[in-house]
Nanobody
């Protein structure tokens, strides 16, 4: 069973910072897209940002000036540095790794809670 190991969530005051980390198995090294999603209570899961193995990065508009996403291809790890956090950032954050062509795969972490207090 493939496991993505997430860490770094917690409780922080508005304006504070947190860094999330995700480690994917080395057996999945190679071309892929790694991403962070989040799901707030009562809302659908949404993409926060992604990085391809080729280095193409994407962040949604609401976080692009506050969050930084990075990837270490050699270690198959993904990080999300979050600053100037807002209460609206409160959610469970999930790590994802996927490949859309053979061998196809799509795996999720179990999630890490981020709570931003006002």
């Amino acid at each position: 069973q493939v496991q993505l190991v997430e860490s770094g969530g917690g409780l922080v005051q508005a304006g504070g910072s947190l860094t999330l980390s995700c480690a994917a198995p080395l057996s999945l090294l190679g071309a892929s897209t790694m991403a962070w999603y989040r799901q707030a209570p009562g809302k659908q899961r949404e993409l926060v940002g992604s990085v391809t193995s080729g280095g193409t990065m994407y962040l949604i508009d609401s976080v692009e000036d506050r969050f930084t996403i990075s990837r270490n291809n050699a270690k198959n790890t993904l990080s999300l540095q979050m600053s100037s956090l807002k209460p609206d950032d409160t959610a469970v954050y999930y790590c994802n790794i996927r490949r859309a062509y053979a061998p196809v795969f799509n795996y999720w972490g179990q999630g890490t809670q981020v709570t931003v207090s006002s």
